[in-house]
């Protein structure tokens, strides 16, 4: 990346935004470095634990691996659409932090001639107003995420008290064993324990896209010939 910023044309270097460059070349390249860190590879345990729960389940009692299924898919819906959000938010957090950078660099790079005048207090003003801007925008995110964690835990309990319920009933009738009950519990929520960790990874994803898509940019600004 700092190779690509030496041999960008000069030309160029003057339609770039200096706060975006700096955000781009330190946040989100270590974003990118944390998600291909950990939750990359936790992914594909994750998606093998699924596939075995689901098997299973399958053998053991297929009705309990269809109502585990039944609230699948509004857990899915929520993520999604907690993703979507998590993905507008973090590309306004990135235009208010890059405003923030230029913000201090040119304080910086100013500093007597803001002194000389006298424009300590219109330097704050400008800088708690990009501040709370950010602010904002983090909030938003951290809201929905808020929101989203509750629902799919509230979901999650409804199926494995469903999947409970139907195995009492079965133990009533004589067609489970009493044991079961307990095997069945546990596998419900090993049934749901992947599914909660990759949809916290996709909120991750969908910040991370925002980065990639500011790297590809970035990466694709016209070099020297």
Same mark, same amino acid.
């Given at each position: 990346?700092?190779?690509?910023?030496?041999?960008?044309?000069?030309?160029?270097?003057?339609?770039?935004?200096?706060?975006?460059?700096?955000?781009?070349?330190?946040?989100?390249?270590?974003?990118?470095?944390?998600?291909?860190?950990?939750?990359?590879?936790? +992914? $594909?345990?994750? !998606?093998?634990?699924?596939?075995?729960?689901? *098997?299973?389940? &399958?053998?053991?009692?297929?009705? /309990?691996?269809?109502?585990?299924?039944?609230?699948?898919?509004?857990?899915?819906?929520?993520?999604?659409?907690?993703?979507?959000?998590?993905?507008?938010?973090?590309?306004?957090?990135?235009?208010?932090?890059?405003?923030?950078?230029?913000?201090?660099?040119?304080?910086?790079?100013?500093?007597?001639?803001?002194?000389?005048?006298?424009?300590?207090?219109?330097?704050?003003?400008?800088?708690?107003?990009?501040?709370?801007?950010?602010?904002?925008?983090?909030?938003?995110?951290?809201?929905?995420?808020? +929101? $989203?964690?509750? !629902?799919?835990?509230?979901?999650?309990?409804? *199926?494995?008290? &469903?999947?409970?319920?139907?195995? /009492?009933?079965?133990?009533?009738?004589?067609?489970?064993?009493?044991?079961?009950?307990?095997?069945?519990?546990?596998?419900?929520?090993?049934?749901?324990?992947?599914?909660?960790?990759?949809?916290?990874?996709?909120?991750?994803?969908?910040?991370?896209?925002?980065?990639?898509?500011?790297?590809?940019?970035?990466?694709?600004?016209?070099?020297?010939?």
């Amino acid at each position: 990346m700092f190779i690509k910023l030496t041999n960008i044309d000069f030309k160029e270097i003057f339609k770039m935004s200096k706060g975006d460059v700096i955000y781009t070349l330190m946040n989100d390249t270590q974003r990118l470095e944390y998600i291909f860190e950990r939750p990359f590879y936790t +992914i $594909f345990s994750d !998606i093998f634990d699924f596939i075995f729960v689901v *098997g299973f389940l &399958l053998y053991i009692e297929p009705v /309990v691996l269809l109502i585990l299924l039944i609230t699948t898919p509004f857990i899915y819906i929520f993520s999604i659409k907690t993703a979507r959000i998590q993905k507008q938010t973090s590309a306004n957090t990135q235009k208010a932090d890059s405003k923030i950078t230029v913000s201090i660099e040119q304080l910086l790079s100013g500093y007597e001639t803001i002194k000389s005048f006298n424009a300590e207090a219109k330097e704050q003003e400008r800088f708690n107003k990009l501040s709370d801007e950010s602010y904002k925008n983090r909030k938003v995110g951290t809201k929905s995420l808020s +929101i $989203f964690m509750p !629902i799919e835990g509230t979901l999650s309990t409804i *199926g494995i008290a &469903l999947v409970l319920l139907y195995a /009492v009933y079965q133990v009533s009738s004589h067609a489970l064993a009493v044991g079961m009950i307990v095997v069945i519990a546990y596998y419900s929520r090993k049934f749901y324990q992947p599914i909660r960790n990759i949809s916290n990874y996709l909120q991750v994803i969908q910040k991370a896209l925002v980065s990639i898509g500011k790297i590809i940019e970035f990466l694709t600004i016209k070099e020297e010939a």
